[in-house]
């Protein structure tokens, strides 16, 4: 089940879900909506070795706005730091962005019970696309979670994504054993 707009207001009443900054008109029927901050990375190297670390560069989205282009990858962040203490939070694409054709997540659009920070987004484009910061990127979902949890992420001492600043964080695949 997802938690609906009166579950999720409960929730932050009751400090178990966060949202910094908050804005009432961004909770939907049974999500939040979250923005894109105003950082973009790219990837240094044109070749990712998933056993080194792969620096990123940044740079800072024009007011103007800046555009995307396809065959690049770049790494965006939302303008809203969260916390989620009891329900496992997932981020969708709006559907609006979707229409654009904008990918906000490759593949990691599930957080855990205890994700702290603001979430990296991981941004690719069908067609040349021009973005500004603050524009709507995306939305949270909540599922409550069946049973008690042992360690949450925040507590882990090898979580590699916790307190996430509101800068795109790279790939940490480097620091696994394999």
């Not at 800046?66 to 065959?71: I, S």
């Not at 599930?110 to 939305?139: A, H, R």
């Not at 925040?154 to 940490?172: I, L």
């Amino acid at each position: 089940m997802i938690l609906s707009d009166k579950r999720i207001l409960e929730e932050i009443e009751k400090g178990s879900i966060r949202i910094e900054p908050y804005n009432r008109e961004c909770l939907g029927s049974n999500s939040y909506d979250v923005h894109l901050g105003k950082y973009l990375a790219t990837y240094r190297e044109h070749i990712l070795d998933a056993k080194k670390h792969n620096e990123i560069e940044y740079f800072e989205i024009p007011d103007d706005g800046f555009v995307l282009y396809p065959h690049v990858f770049y790494l965006g962040v939302t303008e809203e730091y969260t916390e989620t203490h009891a329900h496992v939070p997932f981020l969708e694409g709006k559907s609006s962005t979707g229409r654009l054709g904008i990918d906000i997540h490759a593949t990691a659009g599930k957080g855990d019970v205890g994700f702290c920070g603001n979430w990296t987004l991981e941004i690719s484009v069908k067609q040349p696309v021009k973005i500004y910061k603050g524009m709507p990127i995306g939305q949270l979902i909540y599922f409550p979670v069946e049973g008690e949890i042992a360690v949450k992420y925040n507590q882990k001492k090898d979580a590699k994504y916790s307190g996430q600043p509101d800068k795109p964080v790279e790939s940490m695949m480097w620091k696994n054993k394999f």
